[in-house]
Nanobody, 116 residues
Framework: QTQLVESGGGLVQPGGSLRLSCAAS????????ISWLRQAPGKERERVSC????????FYADSVKGRFTISRDNAKNTVYLQMNSLKPEDTAVYYC?????????WGQGTQVTVSS
């Protein structure tokens, strides 16, 4: 079965850290550019970070720059999002997206809640 599965979300206090994982099954993630997006209640989905298929190019939204780090391990068919210095405004459902030549896959999302 072809799917993406996110994990690693949860409840964390402000200033804390989480590492999200996006694992692929049924296809090789190594061909794909990967994006992490998030959607908070009542807000539009926001692209927070991207990584190219080789890992040589990355993008970060201004809102997370310097706090989040995207990485990939193609051998494990997994992409990660390390999130440090979390703020309440980072609270959202986080999704990963894999895109290559018109092939487009989405995970089901993982909830991140930053609250004291």
């Amino acid at each position: 079965q072809t799917q993406l599965v996110e994990s690693g979300g949860g409840l964390v206090q402000p200033g804390g850290s989480l590492r999200l994982s996006c694992a692929a099954s049924g296809f090789s993630l190594g061909y794909y550019d990967i994006s992490w997006l998030r959607q908070a209640p009542g807000k539009e989905r926001e692209r927070v970070s991207c990584i190219s298929s080789s890992g040589g190019s990355t993008f970060y939204a201004d809102s997370v720059k310097g706090r989040f780090t995207i990485s990939r391990d193609n051998a494990k068919n997994t992409v990660y999002l390390q999130m440090n210095s979390l703020k309440p405004e980072d609270t959202a459902v986080y999704y990963c997206n894999a895109n290559w030549r018109g092939y487009d896959y989405w995970g089901q999302g993982t909830q991140v809640t930053v609250s004291s």
